[in-house]
């Protein structure tokens, strides 16, 4: 987008001043919905078991997986309930699927006095040969075996299997399915180009300085301060921005001065106050310009579980004068200029990540759409509010662009579902370790990174890049 | 009576009627979280099975209402029982499509805020 117009208005730069400066209008977002009521919680209640949760999302999902199963095996197929199950009788059972891995933390084993162990340490992966899948529905269990990939499922997804059981009391799986993209809403895009930046894990109070400098190449591109005339006409048609998460570095959560006494502590600030008022400069300088979405992460002060709620506006004095500053929930949906978003922050794949054989981002993102669940290891591994009404992070309706923040590096793709939706996946990468942010073209649904890089020490020439 | 020490002591151990005597004869058990004031109070033995506290004047009124209740709670087709109230549930039931009884709604809302009705079969017990 920007070298196009760049390479036509260089000689701008080297011209002398004009007497009228140009100016260019920010694109105004023709309509903006923000549809993410059903992740506000009013006020919490913990004292319920999370039982619940799985009890509704199996409801929820049992008519869908039905659908899809006799859509996929015939309409004649038997469905049964665990404790209806005959020896070698064909037919189809749904429920959750539990996955008992061997390495999984657990906090009984941790504490046990017998066995005298010291905690776990942390790995990347926690998957085992020995991992075993079990399905649950509301009365029994049973284990399985066969045509299912014990890998790469994680605990918690719903999905219909087709096989029959053994004498031993085992499940053998000839086929399995999952619910599918939900059907989409048509998009009514605009006729233009406009475009969405996305940006994550800025990692602010991280201490090394190496990321400011890129992080204000890109306020100043998207604020039009920056390049010649072509330049800013092109981030004119920059419409908003949405910063996925992690705004502030890991660093700040100091374990430190988390688990000393208090005493001890009095007199030092959190580290999550400064970064906290860079933070608030910089909104301040994006807010002025154009419209912007804040969401939190897993490093950010907001609470753990998810659903996270929205970063409080008391902590933004100066960004908060704007009304352009929009502090959303994790994770977050909604309607700009009739295309739907749908995105998080990046801890439900994280987790995914951990439990599965998947290594790639993109490839866990567009199996928790094919799976029609944000994330099925909630609340097994990942923190959840013990909803009992609703499992909301079930998709309801099919998002034009669904994102996830802090990848390791940007991918996108575009996805055809079996109905004919269309969904632009994109992993946004962490800005603070690569510099790069992602430009959604909501005309065509397009996607391109844009990446900054600053001077590095061990570069001779000391090179200012804006590449795309 | 007996005048020997070890009898007079194996006497007093067993008791008039051979009863054993329970450390909650001496310290009754408070429950936490009584929301009836005015019931009568049994002391918890933790091997036997609890009586649940109800008001003595409510359950002789609907003693047949309150187990179309129970027999609500116990129904595993409407999920979990335990941490929410009974209308909660209802309600849950009937926006996910399972059909609950409608004399159950009805009770439940003619006796509004009488906890034997609101609470499940488990409230006693916390989580």
């Known amino acids: ?468 | 009576m007996v005048c020997d020490p070890v009898e007079d002591a194996v006497w007093t151990q067993l008791g008039a009627m051979g009863r054993k005597r329970l450390i909650t004869d001496s310290f009754q058990v408070v429950k936490r979280q009584r929301r009836d004031p005015d019931t009568k109070e049994g002391s918890l033995q933790p091997e036997a099975v609890p009586v649940p506290a109800e008001s003595p004047t409510d359950s002789s009124l609907h003693p047949a209402q309150l187990e179309m209740l129970k027999q609500f709670d116990l129904s595993w087709e409407y999920g979990p029982c335990t941490g929410i109230t009974r209308l909660q549930r209802w309600e849950r039931a009937e926006s996910l499509g399972l059909s609950p009884p409608l004399m159950v709604r009805e009770t439940l809302l003619e006796h509004e805020g009488d906890p034997s009705f609101m609470h499940c079969l488990w409230r006693d017990y916390p989580l």
């Open chain 1, 1 to 468: 987008m920007f070298s196009e117009q760049a390479a036509r208005t260089a000689q701008g730069l080297l011209a002398p001043p004009s007497a009228e400066a140009s100016t260019f209008a920010r694109v105004p977002i023709s309509t903006y919905t923000n549809c993410s009521q059903h992740f506000r919680l009013g006020e919490r209640s913990f004292n319920r078991q999370y039982a619940h949760i799985y009890a509704t999302r199996l409801i929820q999902m049992r008519p869908l997986l039905l659908e899809r199963a006799r859509q996929k095996w015939g309409s004649g197929i038997a469905v049964r309930k665990l404790c209806e199950l005959q020896t070698a009788e064909k037919c189809c059972i749904v429920g959750t699927l539990f996955k008992s891995m061997q390495l999984q933390p657990s906090i009984l084993r941790e504490i046990s006095e017998e066995h005298n162990l010291l905690p776990q340490p942390s790995r990347t992966k926690y998957i085992h040969q020995s991992d075993e899948l079990i399905l649950e529905d509301e009365l029994q269990r049973i284990k399985l075996e066969g045509a299912v990939d014990i890998q790469k499922l994680v605990t918690g997804t719903i999905l219909a299997l087709y096989g029959s059981e053994r004498e031993d009391g085992r499940f053998v799986v000839e086929d399995h399915c999952f619910a599918d993209l939900p059907r989409q809403l048509p998009r009514r895009g605009p006729s233009t180009d406009r475009f969405v930046l996305l940006v994550s894990g800025l990692g602010l109070g991280g201490g090394s300085g190496e990321s400011f400098l890129g992080m204000q190449l890109l306020v100043d591109v998207v604020t039009g301060q920056l390049g010649a005339e072509g330049e800013q006409s092109c981030a004119a048609q920059i419409s908003r921005v949405i910063l996925a998460g992690n705004l502030l570095s890991q660093n700040t959560q100091n374990k430190d001065t988390i688990n000393k006494a208090k005493y001890l502590t009095k007199k030092t600030q959190a580290a999550s106050v400064e970064a906290v008022k860079m933070l608030d400069e910089i909104l301040l300088q994006l807010s002025a310009s154009v419209p912007v979405d804040v969401m939190p992460g897993e490093f950010d002060p907001t609470n753990y579980t998810l659903p996270q709620q929205p970063l409080h506006h008391c902590m933004f004095p100066l960004a908060g004068a704007y009304s352009t500053l929009q502090l959303v929930t994790n994770p977050y949906q909604a309607d700009i200029d009739g295309v739907r978003f749908l995105g998080t922050s990046g801890q439900n794949v994280n987790d995914i990540f951990k439990y599965s054989s998947m290594e790639d981002y993109l490839e866990i993102l567009e199996w928790t759409l094919h799976v029609g669940h944000l994330s099925p290891t909630a609340p097994d591994t990942l923190g959840c509010y013990p909803f009992y009404k609703t499992d909301p992070f079930i998709f309801t309706d099919c998002p034009h662009v669904y994102f996830c923040g802090n990848a390791p590096r940007f991918q996108s793709k575009e996805l055809t579902g079996v109905d004919g939706q269309q969904v632009l996946l994109v992993t946004i990468p962490d800005f603070s370790a690569t510099q790069t942010a992602c430009l959604i073209n909501l005309r065509n649904l397009t996607c391109q990174p844009i990446s900054f890089s600053g001077f590095s020490a061990d570069e001779d020439e000391g090179e200012m890049e804006i590449s795309h």
